[in-house]
């Protein structure tokens, strides 16, 4: 398994990030939240005041904020210009606002090369929107995980505070719009993925599931 490269795709409140880092803890592989990257740019655009809507403004400034992964499944973390921001990229205004950074193709250039030099000689899974099509196409395991609207609305609804099932469910369906008609890099699945519904599953089943899928690969 230490050359191994998982590539966990699919659209927010699927399931991934709890599945990847299960997946991960249990082949004893490393983990990376390529979503927490593009989370972290946005972050660091709007305390710098950037103009989201603009970008060229986005595009000039891409290359500053220096980021830090880490990439234990059971202590991930992300860092920004040497600080702490698993906390800040996780906030609803980041939320709302990473479609549009993810979006700027000099953005995304910048960002799946540091994926890929993370990636290096394997023994990851990662996880994102493009993994298996773009970061990773070469991955001997690709996986899109999906769930109904409602049951990923439900779930994130259920991480965070003051939130509804039916906001979280309009937003995802906004997110849903713009990565995957994005012209950079769109949210879709790569051909050879083997795709899992995890609507009716727990999460204890969607990793059984996964590993299912890897014993058969590998």
């Known amino acids: ?52 809507a603009d970008p060229e403004a986005v595009a000039a400034r891409a290359q500053e904020p220096v980021l830090t992964m880490g990439t234990d499944p059971d202590a991930p973390s992300v860092a920004v210009d040497g600080a702490d921001a698993a906390g800040p990229v996780r906030t609803a205004e980041v939320t709302a606002a990473v479609s549009a950074v993810s979006a700027v193709p000099e953005v995304r250039r910048r960002l799946v090369a540091e994926q890929r030099e993370i990636i290096g000689a394997g023994g990851i899974v990662v996880e994102g929107r493009d993994i298996g099509t773009v970061v990773a196409p070469d991955a001997p395991v690709k996986i ?49 993925a083997v795709e899992l519904d995890t609507t009716p599953l727990n999460l204890d089943e969607v990793i059984a599931e996964v590993l299912r899928v890897i014993k058969e690969k590998v």
């Open 144 to 192: 899109y995980l999906t769930a109904s609207a409602d049951a990923r609305a439900a779930r994130r609804s259920a991480e965070l505070d003051g939130t509804t099932v039916e906001a979280q469910k309009a937003a995802m369906a906004r997110r849903d719009t713009l990565d995957s008609t994005r012209k950079t890099d769109p949210l879709t699945m790569a051909p050879d």
């Open 1 to 52: 398994m230490t050359g191994l490269v998982v590539a966990m795709d699919g659209p927010s409140g699927s399931g991934k990030s709890s599945a990847s880092r299960g997946v991960a803890r249990a082949l004893g592989l490393r983990y990376l939240d390529t979503g927490a990257m593009y989370r972290a740019i946005t972050w660091w655009m709007l305390s710098h005041g950037v103009d989201l």
